[in-house]
């Protein structure tokens, strides 16, 4: 894949969606570039999908310095601030990119081997230090009552206003 960022590794599966083996070959691609060792082992915090759990990735992980935390389901927008301040944007980004490229390049589909410069384009505007540094305050909420005990800062905070939000496009909008 053309135009990926620097050092990426780029994995396809036959279905298009991640697999425990797909997800090990990455995990053994994020080892050899962190490179945790038995000084400084590395917390790897993941959603809690099928693929993250099997025993070749546990024993991989354990293997190699790498301590997985596996968050509930449906709870990474609240415990992990960067799908909020990063993703969310990414998302947004990159659907912008897409639309840019179908505007350029009219009557093609998108291939596999566009993927990765369409990726690096939106992953360059959304992964800022801005973003990352100023992601939402995450607070925990100590009223047993309420069922939402943890919150991303309300939309008025500045850490929140902060956070680069990207328009979309438009391009995908039919009028009438």
Not at 20 to 32: C, G, N, T, Y
Not at 89 to 103: A, L, V
């Amino acid at each position: 894949m053309e135009g990926t960022p620097p050092g990426s590794s780029q994995l396809v599966t036959d279905s298009g969606w991640i697999s425990s083996e797909a997800f090990l070959e990455w995990m053994k691609f994020f080892v050899s570039n962190v490179r945790p060792n038995e000084d400084h082992k590395c917390l790897l915090i993941l959603d809690n999908h099928a693929s993250h759990r099997s025993i070749d990735v546990l024993d991989n992980a354990s293997q190699n310095n790498v301590i997985i935390l596996s968050v509930p389901p449906h709870t990474t927008h609240k415990l992990q601030p960067l799908d909020v301040s990063v993703y969310g944007p990414f998302g947004t980004y990159f659907h912008n990119e897409i639309d840019k490229w179908q505007k350029a390049h009219p009557a093609q589909r998108v291939t596999l081997f566009d993927v990765g410069k369409i990726f690096n384009n939106a992953y360059l505007k959304a992964a800022t230090p801005t973003n990352a540094i100023k992601e939402p305050e995450v607070r925990i909420n100590h009223n047993p009552q309420d069922m939402d005990v943890i919150e991303i800062g309300p939309p008025n905070t500045s850490a929140h206003n902060d956070i680069a939000k990207p328009e979309p496009s438009g391009l995908n909008n039919k009028t009438s």
